[in-house]
């Protein structure tokens, strides 16, 4: 099945920092998000971006489909962004249902 | 608007005994609907998924198993509960044709002593 990587696995930055995380996949893709995971669990859809770009607020995603990475980027960040970031892809040609499988995640901790 | 639900929210059970998950949907009709589940520290895994009423994929060889009784129900169970079966329960839903976002619901914590 298809790989997902996400890096860097950990992350602590001071509040007012910017971050990039990176999700590489081995396979092409029909389908790929990107998630926040707060402390509470809840698994906040951030981005549908199976390939482009876009931005909400302080938050924007770009993903290389043909070089098979996406990239997501936070300015400014605050204390409530701390959690665990997912990418989660669907590849490509497998049927009716999306079927997504998770990378590892990246832990941010911001800090004051 | 599309809402999903899922209870209990948090849920402790002996080793042997049963269980029943629940999950339904809001404001959609003949979503695909699926289970995953999230060891502690770890990513999400795909259990189950089900694309219409009484039809269900299995994506995982375990010791669980789903129904989907209704159109936007889907349930999560087990005969006899593992200490292996410990874990963070998701239900998630997405429209049905075509490659489409999965949006997810609170999530189950399940705990087996």
């Known amino acids: 099945g298809i790989q997902v990587e996400q890096s860097p696995p950990d992350l602590i930055l001071q509040e007012g920092a910017n971050s990039t995380l990176r999700c590489n996949f081995s396979d092409s893709v029909n389908n790929l998000q990107w998630f926040h995971q707060n402390p509470w669990g809840q698994l906040i859809n951030l981005f549908y971006?199976?390939?482009g770009t876009k931005q909400n607020g302080r938050l924007s995603a770009t993903t290389v489909a043909t070089e098979r990475y996406s990239l997501l980027y936070i300015s400014s960040s605050q204390t409530t962004d701390s959690g665990v970031y997912f990418c989660?892809?669907?590849?490509?040609?497998?049927?009716?249902?999306?079927?997504?499988?998770f990378g590892t995640g990246t832990r941010l901790q911001v800090t004051l | 608007s599309q809402t999903i639900h899922q209870w209990p929210a948090t849920l402790v059970q002996p080793v042997g005994s049963p269980l029943s998950l629940e999950c339904t949907v809001e404001?959609?009709?003949?979503?695909?609907l699926y289970w995953y589940r999230q060891a502690a520290g770890r990513g999400l895994q795909l259990l189950f998924y089900?694309?219409?009423?009484?039809?269900i994929s299995s994506e995982v060889p375990q010791n669980l198993s789903a129904s989907r009784p209704q159109d936007r129900q889907f349930i999560l169970s087990s005969k006899k509960l593992l200490l292996s079966d410990s874990g963070f329960y998701l239900c998630?839903?997405?429209?049905?044709?075509?490659?489409?976002?999965?949006?997810f619901g609170d999530g189950t914590r399940l705990s087996i002593l």
């Open positions: 989660a892809v669907d590849g490509a040609n497998t049927g009716t249902a999306s079927k997504l499988t």
């Open positions: 404001g959609t009709s003949n979503p695909n």
């Open positions: 089900s694309v219409g009423i009484g039809q």
């Open positions: 971006i199976p390939s």
């Open positions: 998630a839903w997405s429209v049905l044709w075509g490659s489409q976002p999965q949006h």
